[in-house]
Nanobody, 122 residues
């Protein structure tokens, strides 16, 4: 089994910063991509940032310039550094990965974390 453990969410004032971390564990053969999505009340889940193995990161236009995503491959971890946070960034943030498990053949399978709440106050 594969699981994603998220940390770093919480309450922060507008203009502040948060660092979200997500570690993948379990029967992992290789990781193709890791990233973060978010969902605010009444809205669809949307991409925040994503990075594929051997490629550059991509960001949603709404966070470009304020967020930086990085990976620690040795620890199967993805980190999202968020700066200059705005109230509209308030949402549940979900860790995402596409990976190949040891029990799976093929390109890979999507997995999702349980979500961590980020609240940005005015």
């Amino acid at each position: 089994q594969v699981q994603l453990v998220e940390s770093g969410g919480g309450l922060v004032q507008a203009g502040g910063s948060l660092r979200l971390s997500c570690a993948a564990s379990g029967s992992i053969r290789s990781i193709n991509a890791m990233g973060w999505y978010r969902q605010a009340p009444g809205k669809q889940r949307e991409l925040v940032a994503r990075i594929r193995t051997g490629a550059t990161a991509n960001y949603a236009d709404s966070v470009k310039g304020r967020c930086t995503i990085s990976r620690d491959n040795a620890k199967n971890t993805v980190i999202l550094q968020m700066n200059s946070l705005k109230p509209e960034d308030t949402a549940v943030y979900y860790c995402y990965t596409n990976l190949v498990s040891r029990a799976t053949l093929g390109y890979g399978t999507d997995y999702w974390g349980k979500g961590t709440l980020v609240t940005v106050s005015s």
